[in-house]
């Protein structure tokens, strides 16, 4: 993390977890605390959890946020105490300013259907994160465990995995995500699926080739020696000594998860409206490019740096893991040193 | 005798390891079928006994088959043939439960002290995986058993829960033997294992070695390139070229009178600091050129390419390891030219 790169992709990669996990908490049209009628209520905080998976079984919205009708603006008592959150709008929140350019008050600017900008880029980072993380999370369970069976098997067994991924290889991603979408629910979780079932190629053949050239060191040899069994020695012995380029290659397919996400959105067959995601938005701002062109930057930007986030972590991981690499830096840093 | 090729046993105890007509042949596999165009038999048809308690020393040159003699006694590596005894069972005919049990009697320590530990674990789970794999102690007790352990070995307690990279390599090969010992096994190879090592760490862990065999009843096979190191620490001595053993016997028979010119050889590359005394039995031989590959090996004797002394005879017909009429009963030499005094050779020879 040495180079101003991986600074760089640390620091966006930072930014982008921390607003998908804080977007309630930093644009909501609902106060993060409040007291209303006697009583204490966290709106937004109970949000906040909701977006963690499984959050939504730890707490329930309380009474009266969990009615439709109640509108916290203007119901709730002014004169109430109430923490609202920096932006006081809701993703969803429709109002009658459509199209409006960025002022104090939109600092985004609105939507087609006078939705907050910003408060809808927030909450996006959200849909994002949990596609390209969840994504590549089920794609590193299935390219560890195929790619680790036919490198430490090897013979017969690595020939036949070694096929079925040049097989899935073969498909090209994004339009097989597209097919399988059509045919289902168009929801996060699928979207997660389906990207996850169909970019773990590149981790299982990683996962392989390290555990093709770790399989012969003296302390696997060692561990075979004392008894243990194969399961043991994928756990304990070759999958921690083969973590570095496998993170490479889940951080360039986060990335790649969330470009895949963003398209379908696109297309219509992935996060759908009125959830906010990058894609959709992008769409929305692409029917109104001539009348509103300042809708089109914000997404861009945000597709951008989350992009080139993940990629340049990737990038810092495997510097910082590559040897080579570091004696280079060590030699640069000399060099500066008696330039200096 | 107990079986065919079985030439070497010791009269007074029993063997607790019994190797016969070992063989490992590895396929040499070209073009894109794979097809085996050939095989290079790095073991062709070894055998030897240690009594228990007792140690063999093996040697040879680099790629002469002593690491692989090694791995497929504990069946590390398929053999291609023969058979292994460890205790009277049959090492090569066990089914997987019953070979995982018998690792418990049976361990390595490696040559390379950077390459054999895992780099990501500490030394307590280093040592404490044998205990884990075969279930014999968890928790605080396995705790417990790995320090009283690493203290056997010389390290303190205070290096359980270092990495590997903090260690020397003579304190890394002191962890390796913990590993190897923690299952008080019955029989350990030495594969190399003080090759790596500055020679006045060699001296320490050769000791720990003879210490740890005293008190522990371990019998080794102690494999090494050079018949230095095998000196203090083996009861018998075999000599390895080419995949075969050329030359058995008891330590001071191999050291006082070696009969096959490679052993001569081995002898003559030991540097001694009393030339006056220790190199006087011995002639010098002087080997040229490389080991041959266990792929081409040349037909008749295998070291007729290298040997001073080689004769018509070496050329077309192998000799066979065997007793020599003037020697002791177990010292066997598998040499055409063995019954003649090295004097002699070096008259008749060329």
Redesign the interface.
Known sequence: MRSPQGRVGCGCVAFLVLLALLGPLLANDEPIVCRHAGRWHFPGLVEAVHVLPGGSWLVEKSAPFRLPIFDAKRDLDPTAFALWPPVRFGPEEVSLNILQPPSRQHWLGTDDVGRAVVARLAHAAAASVRVGLGAMFVAGLIGVTIGGTAGYFGSWVDALLSRLIEIVICFPVFFLALGLMVWLEASITNVVLVIGLTRWTSIARYTRAEFIRLKH???V?????????PL?IMA??LL??ALAPILVSLSFGVAGAILIETGLSWLGFGVQPPTPSWGNMLRAAWEHMETAPHLLYPPCVAIFLAVLGFNLLGDAIREAADPTSRRQEATRQRGRCTAG | MRHAGNCNKVTDSRPLLSVGDLRVHFPIRRGVLGHAAGWAKAVDGISFDIPVGKTLGLVGESGCGKTTTGRAILRLIPATGGQVLLDGRDVFALKRGELRALRRNMQIVFQDPYGSLNPRMTVEAIVGEPLAVHRIARGRQRRDMVADVLQRVGLQLEHMNRYPHEFSGGQRQRVSIARAIVLNPRFVVCDECVSALDVSVQAQILNLLTDLQRDLGLTYLFIAHNLAVVQHISDRIAVMYLGRIVEIGERRDIFDNPRHPYTSALLASIPSLKPGVSRAKRRRVRLTGEVLSPAAVPTGCTFHTRCPFATELCRKDQPVLEPQADLHPNHHVACHRAGEEMMEKMENGK
């Open positions: 060191h003296d302390f040899i060692a561990a075979r020696a004392s008894g243990a069994g043991r304990r012995h921690p000594n």
